[in-house]
């Protein structure tokens, strides 16, 4: 059932618009992936190249599916492009890394100051600490200040 022309045309941009309703997250537009979803579905039986002639079609929906997800500038949507490769998904991995670490490092100083606001509740309210502390803001708590929480 492999279509040719115009016909094709027609089931690519459809093809094209199922995708674009899907979202850049769930189904991100590429030639690749596309390709893939119209062999699937037996509209080509051709390899890649075959889509080749339609290539502008594609970039334009592709682009159209960027801009709805939020990446908009020219620099942006290559960086987007980009990261589907080996190079760009190790290059988000590390920025995540970072990303994590200076989480991290801000979780550690809010639970450092929590603490203190704790100690100070402590030492100037009956109120039983515990019953205030989520479980890990407790378990932090008892691991920095020893057990020195209120006996009931």
Do not use: C, F, W
Request: hydrophobic residues 35%.
């Amino acid at each position: 059932m492999a279509l040719q022309g115009e016909k094709l045309t027609k089931a690519i941009e459809h093809e094209l618009m199922l995708m674009l309703a899907s979202g850049y997250e769930e189904a991100p537009i590429t030639p690749a992936a596309l390709h893939k979803r119209l062999v699937s579905k037996t509209i080509i039986k051709g390899k890649l190249s075959s889509l080749s002639s339609r290539r502008p079609l594609i970039d334009r929906y592709a682009n159209l599916q960027m801009e709805r997800a939020g990446i908009k500038s020219a620099r942006d949507k290559n960086s987007a492009k980009q990261g589907r490769t080996r190079a760009g998904y190790k290059q988000r991995y590390e920025e995540s890394q970072l990303e994590i670490r200076a989480l991290k490092s801000k979780l550690d100083g809010n639970i450092s100051t929590i603490i203190d606001m704790v100690r100070h509740i402590e030492s100037t309210s009956p109120v039983p600490i515990e019953k205030l502390l989520a479980p890990h803001l407790l378990e932090a708590y008892v691991g920095r200040n020893g057990a020195s929480l209120k006996e009931e």
